[in-house]
């Protein structure tokens, strides 16, 4: 086995952290730590001042909630586009699509 030399200055990575089963990225310098949840698409839920320990993330009342308690209800998706065209020349495309909800178990 070969021996692995963890870094305690300068820019690191650590990925072997766990919360609630999700998989946690953590990056973190002498000033600041992110952490990262990977298997919710990479939202971040830790943005840590150290050296005055201070959390700039809001934390919701109802937690963290895994996205295996979600459940996709598709319905027939409705697909709505416009082609604007400015007096320039200049055309633009708007497209709004609706159909998809995400209900929690």
């Avoid at 990925?15 to 089963?21: E, H, L, P, Q």
């Avoid at 990262?36 to 909630?65: A, C, H, Q, R």
Wanted: glycine residues 4%; charged residues 20%.
């Amino acid at each position: 086995m070969l021996y692995e030399h963890f870094r305690n200055y300068g820019c690191r990575l650590h990925m072997d952290y766990f919360y609630k089963n999700l998989r946690v990225a953590v990056l973190e310098n002498e000033y600041l730590r992110v952490s990262v949840l990977i298997d919710k698409g990479t939202d971040i839920f830790e943005f840590l001042y150290k050296p005055k320990d201070m959390d700039f993330m809001w934390l919701s009342p109802w937690g963290i909630n895994s996205p295996a308690n979600l459940s996709l209800q598709f319905q027939p998706v409705r697909v709505i586009s416009w082609i604007i065209t400015r007096e320039d020349g200049r055309k633009y495309c708007l497209i709004l699509v609706m159909g998809a909800n995400i209900m929690a178990q």
